[in-house]
């Protein structure tokens, strides 16, 4: 699902990984910039948030964040998310204070 997402935009090949587990399951490149993408796909899974704050109720149903390990931000690897219903989330890149 998530080679498909890739391989449908424009100027983008899709290099799976061969060899199973690993750090990264596949790579993309731009043609056309030459940017190379390195990724690691998680189930998009999701769990029911209560809010403490809302004395209504809840905090409706959130996506489990996963975090890339060390080695992984070292590399540059990204995680993408496929969710239960095949559709594919990229994460967002936090800016850091510093």
């Known amino acids: 699902m ?6 449908t935009q424009k100027d983008i090949l899709v290099f799976p ?18 940017d190379v993408r390195k990724y690691d796909i998680k189930f998009g899974g999701t769990r029911w948030l209560f809010n403490r704050a809302n004395k209504q109720g809840n905090g409706g149903m959130r996506l489990i964040h996963r975090v890339a390990s060390a080695k992984q931000k070292k590399l540059g690897i990204e995680l993408i998310y496929v969710m239960a219903d095949g559709t594919v989330r990229e994460t967002t890149k936090r800016k850091n204070n510093e």
């Not at 998530?2 to 391989?7: G, I, T, Y």
């Not at 993309?28 to 030459?34: D, E, M, S, Y």
């Open 2 to 7: 998530v080679f498909a997402h890739f391989a």
């Open 17 to 34: 990984c061969l060899r199973g587990v690993g750090l990264c399951d596949f790579m993309t490149l731009n043609t056309k910039t030459g």
